[in-house]
């Protein structure tokens, strides 16, 4: 470890599970952390690691040069923030805010920020808590290139890879929107899957493994689907859309016929018909993100 990263101190603001994984990652790469939570008794364990115990946030911010806020979204860390002691206690100082939320709020606070000179960072976990520490753990930022590079020494204490997306602070935001969006509707695609197959008697280890086998053919498509989107080429040479609205359909009648509610089947066969009924029936999937791309 650089004798610049032991010498640092960082502050946690939020100790929930994510919370207390970067705290403990910090402790564990030997930097100074101060630790703060609205409501006591979170930071027990931390403490007994090493982790100084601030009574207030203002006092926990004040620790050091940066300070870390990792709560449920950004009112809570509005909440935190924007009280009067703590924004004038952060003057000058780094906040480094890997809640989530979306890409206006993450704007928002940016403004709120600048008006207070408050160094202000934005940036998304993308991996769960066990991640954090460990290479696999995947962290975006975005902001001012020359202040993430100053504190990018800390944040490597938390694991894993780091990518600046760009000084537009709502660019971390964007991408974790996005990419929550194909995790979100996978989950349901999976707990509505595990409903249904178990209605027809499989338990939902003997489907796991197929499962997993789908979710396997995913990545190399996502691939073709982004070249198609970006080029405009929307061939469904192969597998039509008019042929994955069929399928849909089966699914829809199978689940509801087990009384089991097919909404985000329902929701994802509409934009297969809306697209069909536009005249594009002989294109593949991705036409869908055309079609809702047009606003
Ligand atoms: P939560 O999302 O449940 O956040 C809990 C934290 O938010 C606690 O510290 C809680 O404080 C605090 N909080 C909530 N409301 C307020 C408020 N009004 N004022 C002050 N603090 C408040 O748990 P996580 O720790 O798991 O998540 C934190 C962030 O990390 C979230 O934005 C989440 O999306 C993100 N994340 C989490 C992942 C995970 O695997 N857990 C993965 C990737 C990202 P208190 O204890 O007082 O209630």
Request: charged content about 20%; glycine content about 12%; overall charge negative.
């Amino acid at each position: 470890m650089s004798s610049h990263v032991e010498q640092s101190a960082v502050t946690v603001l939020g100790l929930g599970p994510m919370g207390r994984a970067l705290a403990g990652a910090f402790l564990a790469a030997g930097l100074r952390t101060t630790v703060w939570n609205r409501t006591p008794g979170r930071e027990r364990e931390l403490a007994e690691r090493g982790a100084l115990s601030a009574g207030s946030p203002q006092e926990a911010v004040a620790a050091g040069p940066l300070s870390v806020v990792c709560v449920v979204n950004y009112d809570a860390a509005e909440a935190i923030l924007r009280r009067p002691e703590v924004a004038g206690a952060l003057a000058g100082r780094t906040v480094v805010n890997l809640s989530a939320d979306t890409p206006a709020r993450a704007r928002e606070l940016a403004d709120w920020a600048a008006g207070r000179g408050i160094r202000y960072l934005d940036g998304a976990i993308m991996t769960p808590v066990a991640t954090i520490g460990t290479p696999a753990a995947v962290f975006l930022h975005s902001g001012p290139e020359p202040l993430y590079r100053e504190h990018r020494p800390v944040l490597d204490a938390l694991g894993g890879t780091h990518t600046h997306l760009g000084e537009e602070i709502g660019r971390a935001a964007a991408y974790d929107i996005a990419l929550l969006d194909v995790f979100w509707t996978a989950m349901a695609g999976y707990a509505h899957a595990l409903a249904v197959a178990k209605a027809e008697g499989i338990g939902a280890r003997e489907l796991a493994p197929f499962a997993q086998g789908i979710g396997a053919i995913l990545p190399p498509l996502f691939e073709q689907f982004a070249a198609s989107a970006e080029e405009g080429g929307y061939s469904g040479e192969g597998n039509p859309i008019t042929s994955a609205a069929s399928s849909m359909a089966h699914i829809v009648q199978a689940s509801e016929a087990h009384g089991i509610d097919a909404g985000v089947m329902r929701a994802a066969e509409g934009l297969a018909r809306r697209v069909i009924g536009l005249g594009h029936g002989a294109d593949g999937f991705v036409r869908v993100a055309e079609v809702l791309g047009r606003r």
